[in-house]
């Protein structure tokens, strides 16, 4: 066998995407901007600020996950049984937690920026003081896909396939607007806890929802590392 043929054999590969799957991925991501551009341009809106915590507890979670947590599903990386034998599995999973890092933050900022356009289109352009609200809400909504991307892959991890898990997360976070509203409380602000919009303010929201992020992404990745280490990865 020559070189070539034996390296291509043995390099990491992503799954086949079938047809089907690629088209639902595609009507997935075009839905979502399709909805967001429904949902905003004929509903009623009152400036960035009120609309950017209206946005942050419903738009992002109905309107941007669905997108990046299917482009996570479809672009992800697994290696073939005979390259595991070969190769350091890790280097799968920094490959995957790579690919949900870019995805998460690049669908938040196509999400917001989205969002602002039609806001600018039916409300104004933003002033000086609205450019600080669009950042934090593209930082909590890349908070938002990364934090449910690492559940999903830890869920992977665990032994469901990855399509379940996509869909199973999006479908709670659809509809979890109205199956905590019962509940009361503050229950959707413990769900929601890294997006929920608790404050505009840099200082709340490093102290309340950055520090924890980044230390529940710790706990996350040193758990997915720990369960893939010990999971057999030639069973399958």
Do not use: K
């Not at 079938?18 to 949902?39: D, Y």
């Not at 482009?71 to 890790?90: K, N, W």
């Not at 039609?118 to 104004?124: F, N, Q």
């Not at 379940?164 to 109205?178: D, E, P």
């Amino acid at each position: 066998m020559s070189p070539d043929r034996l390296h291509r054999q043995l390099r990491m590969r992503r799954p086949p995407v079938s047809p089907v799957a690629l088209t639902i991925g595609i009507v997935i991501c075009c839905g979502c901007a399709v909805g967001m551009l429904m949902n905003y341009l004929t509903c009623t809106l009152y400036g960035f600020e009120r609309d950017t915590i209206g946005f942050l507890r419903v738009g992002a979670a109905q309107l941007v996950l669905p997108a990046s947590l299917t482009l996570a599903c479809l672009l992800r990386v697994e290696y073939r049984a005979f390259a595991l034998v070969r190769h350091d599995p890790r280097t799968q999973l920094t490959a995957n937690l790579r690919h949900i890092m870019l995805i998460s933050l690049s669908t938040a900022v196509c999400g917001v920026a989205l969002f602002a356009l039609i806001v600018s289109i039916r409300v104004g352009l933003p002033r000086a003081n609205d450019i600080p609200l669009l950042l934090i809400t593209t930082v909590l909504t890349s908070m938002m896909n990364m934090s449910l991307a690492l559940l999903n892959m830890l869920l992977v991890i665990c032994g469901l396939p990855w399509a379940y898990g996509t869909a199973i997360l999006i479908a709670f976070f659809v509809l979890a607007r109205w199956m905590l509203l019962p509940l009361g409380g503050n229950i959707q602000r413990y769900v929601c806890f890294f997006w929920y919009p608790l404050s505009f303010d840099w200082n709340i929201i490093l102290v309340q929802q950055l520090l924890p992020f980044i230390g529940y992404c710790i706990v996350m990745i040193l758990t997915i590392v720990t369960v893939f280490g010990h999971r057999d990865r030639l069973e399958t």
